[in-house]
T-cell receptor
Framework: AQSVTQPDIHITVSEGASLELRCNYSYGATPYLFWYVQSPGQGLQLLLKYFSGDTLVQGIKGFEAEFKRSQSSFNLRKPSVHWSDAAEYFC??????????????FGTGTLLAVQP | SQTIHQWPATLVQPVGSPLSLECTVEGTSNPNLYWYRQAAGRGLQLLFYSVGIGQISSEVPQNLSASRPQDRQFILSSKKLLLSDSGFYLCAFLAHRTAGNTEAFFGQGTRLTVV
């Protein structure tokens, strides 16, 4: 069965510092991977996704993520964090069956706080 | 455009009462539909998903059930609510099920408080 682990429950960074949020997955085949962000009181917004091809994926708001098959990881990065990036971030893995995506499993989330 | 509607936004129900949360999707056909529960420190827990009318897969045994009476309608139900059913429930759909163009869209959620 597929699973997603986000080891960091809570991270605090200073504004302007770099950021890396960790995500490890478990899945028997090539996974479809996603990062979502949820701001307080709002719904989930897709930051980026990986299906195939270039393992470095660019997303919205200056975020990027790198798929590393050997490490079963899909870490999210941003070179310079802005105060508005404070939110909860979720990594997700999509399971495929018969060429179609069926289940979509999320990690427990990482809550990002940004210090001025 | 593809949109998803989920209601109500908030709900306070007594223990033992029934529950019905509804989710409808517009602008797409034959979507995959999902119910998640979000609890602090537990992320989004997948409760049910459906790949077609009448097809329901349950991920977590519990006091809840789901139904899909129409292609773009997904209902989360309970006959008798428990205190532990309190939480934030999110409905989602996948716009496409094939590789390369899949993204889950979420409703705004229902905050359920069982008292």
């Amino acid at each position: 069965a597929q699973s997603v682990t986000q080891p960091d429950i809570h991270i605090t960074v200073s504004e302007g510092a770099s950021l890396e949020l960790r995500c490890n997955y478990s899945y028997g085949a090539t996974p479809y991977l996603f990062w979502y962000v949820q701001s307080p009181g709002q719904g989930l917004q897709l930051l980026l996704k990986y299906f195939s091809g270039d393992t470095l994926v660019q997303g919205i708001k200056g975020f990027e993520a790198e798929f590393k098959r050997s490490q079963s990881s899909f870490n999210l990065r941003k070179p310079s964090v802005h105060w508005s990036d404070a939110a909860e971030y979720f990594c997700a893995v999509g399971a495929m069956r018969g060429g179609a995506t069926n289940k979509l499993i999320f990690g427990t989330g990482t809550l990002l706080a940004v210090q001025p | 455009s593809q949109t998803i509607h989920q209601w109500p936004a908030t709900l306070v129900q007594p223990v033992g009462s029934p529950l019905s949360l509804e989710c409808t999707v517009e602008g797409t056909s034959n979507p995959n539909l999902y119910w998640y529960r979000q609890a602090a420190g537990r992320g989004l827990q997948l409760l049910f998903y459906s790949v077609g009318i009448g097809q329901i897969s349950s991920e977590v045994p519990q006091n809840l059930s789901a139904s899909r009476p129409q292609d773009r309608q997904f209902i989360l139900s309970s006959k008798k609510l428990l205190l532990s059913d309190s939480g934030f429930y999110l409905c989602a759909f996948l716009a496409h099920r094939t590789a390369g163009n899949t993204e889950a869209f979420f409703g705004q959620g229902t905050r359920l408080t069982v008292v």
